[in-house]
């Protein structure tokens, strides 16, 4: 449970503005990832990283941007750009691709 | 990509009774196949996975079963208890340009009642 963070839980932020979520994991994960989930949507990806310095676009990737400058921190950032940005976001970490992924408890994002 | 599809949507069960998800992928590439519950408010966790070289697969009172040739696989709960309600997804895994990911159902709301 303790091996993947984020922070923080609920975030509130006004339209037009960028907001960073943030995930760390201290499991030695190679791979991280970004989903986003609304209801009745189940998860959606919007980011991926298999190796620090690198990442890939998941399915809705735009109004989204990531890096990954360190193995433990994947932040994400929400651009003005993202139409609907209120939705809960969740952060997963996996030792190697297909395999099981760890999920962080979520960031609630409210977009006024 | 790999295509993912989930049924039923919600399922309603009698405590004791059995439940039976199902998903469909598209790739046949895909390897990999975990299946998580979620909780109300909670992070999806991991209950029972499976790899395309075995058929099926058993812990305690949940089992997975696979068909390669038709590309399905199904989640079953046995005896089923009230605290098995949640949100269940299937995944399959990416292969190629998409090695690295997993594909999601939508998920299945299962509610049991006492």
């Known amino acids: 449970d303790g091996g993947i963070t984020q922070s923080p839980k609920y975030l509130f932020r006004k339209e037009g503005q960028n907001v960073t979520l943030s995930c760390e994991q201290n499991l030695n994960h190679d791979a991280m990832y970004w989903y986003r989930q609304d209801p009745g949507q189940g998860l959606r990806l919007i980011y991926y990283s298999q190796i620090v310095n690198d990442f890939q676009k998941g399915d809705i990737a735009e109004g989204y941007s990531v890096s990954r400058e360190k193995k433990e921190s994947f932040p994400l950032t929400v651009t003005s750009a993202q139409k609907n940005p209120t939705a809960f976001y969740l952060c997963a970490s996996s030792i190697l691709a297909a395999d099981e992924q760890f999920f962080g408890p979520g960031t609630r994002l409210t977009v006024l | 990509g790999e295509n993912v599809e989930q049924h039923p949507s919600t399922l309603s069960v009698q405590e004791g009774d059995s439940a039976v998800i199902k998903c469909t992928y598209s790739d046949s590439a895909s390897n990999y196949f975990p299946w998580y519950k979620q909780e109300l408010g909670k992070r999806p966790q991991l209950i029972i996975d499976i790899r395309s070289n075995v058929g099926e697969k058993k812990d305690q009172r949940i089992a997975v079963t696979l068909n390669k040739t038709a590309k399905h696989f199904s989640l079953h709960i046995t005896e089923t208890q009230p605290e098995d309600s949640a949100v269940y997804f299937c995944?399959?895994?990416?292969?190629?340009?998409?090695?690295?990911?997993?594909?999601f159902g939508r998920g299945t709301q299962l509610t049991v009642w006492p």
């Open positions: 995944a399959a895994s990416g292969r190629g340009s998409t090695l690295g990911r997993l594909y």
